[in-house]
């Protein structure tokens, strides 16, 4: 904004100096204007963004709706299921449990579901813990991941249709059934529900308001996701209580509460999580959810997935997501949402942006609303 007015009179001449200052608009003005500009841009419903510097929170904000069908506006407390960066969460659950002596990296996985879990073609390849949680094991979902009944044999006559022609640890597919299987994994050795173990090992200590389990958070907090816009998606948070109560089996039932991708949480509190990660596992306080240790294993590469970028442990490495850094994090789709979550952990930023619905095009491997979210706060509040 311009402002005009008189500062000076030189007396000894009789002049006026007339001067003029400019009024520099905020970075949360400027943030503001971006997020409206890229919303418009990608059709956007509604967008939580968080933006962490210097290991601390330094903005968040929401931006559009969180229900069109009301009309009700997007806010800071308000949960959305955030897809595939729920395999964090469970990876860093999962992680405590080898910690305490109870799993191995390389500890053959049909030792810990109950059943034999072997591609039938290479039958003498052991598929590993960190297969799964790496997308190396050859396993696939064409037979579908919310019931572990698809991979085992006595119950699916094709669960050979569950893996790849290659051999388990030489090639990289995403697959949701193996972190649903890493689930149950984690519920059978842990002896408690997933979605306890899970706020007992990471959530509570972090405190925060999030949960695998639909039914134990405020319905009325849930952001409703639009697929094809604007059609709502009320399955993304559809109860669980049914079948808990009817038969539900610990260490095979778990795809229930969706391990690969049935987080909810907010855009703030998925930014303190991030924080954890970024301080590799350790708390303010100095307290730890995983040690360094495993917490750099998360972050290291394990598979090269395409030029500039590679998988860990349920954590991707980019030089993609914003042109010049070297980020780790992961993005998820599931119902019409987009999330991402991103950071840089020696430089200590990181932003998170989790949309309710979009009309989304791809680019390099993400897309378009993600990128453009992420580069426009790295501009505005890292960038120097």
Known sequence: MKITRFTAMLSAIGLIVLTTTYCTPSKESLAKEEMERVMEKNSAVGLAVAVVKGGEIIYTESFGYKNLEDSTLLGEGDLFRIASISKSFTTTALLTLMERGLIGLDQDVSELTGFPVRNPAYPDV?????MLLSHTSSLNDFEGYFNLDVLNPAKNKDFAKCYNNYEPGTKY?????????????AERLAGERFDQFVRHTVLEPLGLYASFNPDSLDATRYVTLYDTLPAPQPAAYVSRAKQLDSGY??????????????????????AKYMIMHINYGALPNGDRIIS???SRLMQS????????????????QTSNFIPGEDMVGHTGSAYGLYSAMFFEPEKKFGIVLITNGCKPLYEE??????????????DIFIKK
């Open 301 to 316: 590469p394990v598979f090269e997935t395409g030029e500039g970028e590679s998988y860990g442990l349920a954590l991707r």
């Open 173 to 185: 597919q995403y697959c949701n059934l193996g972190f649903n299987t890493l689930g149950a994994i």
């Open 365 to 378: 491997g993400f897309v378009n609303i993600q990128t453009d979210v992420a580069r426009a706060l790295y």
């Open 126 to 130: 052991t598929i590993t813990v960190k």
């Open 249 to 270: 089996v610990m260490g095979y039932s778990t795809p229930l509460f969706s391990p690969t991708g049935g987080m909810k949480i907010s855009a703030k509190d998925l």
């Open 292 to 294: 360094e240790e495993s």
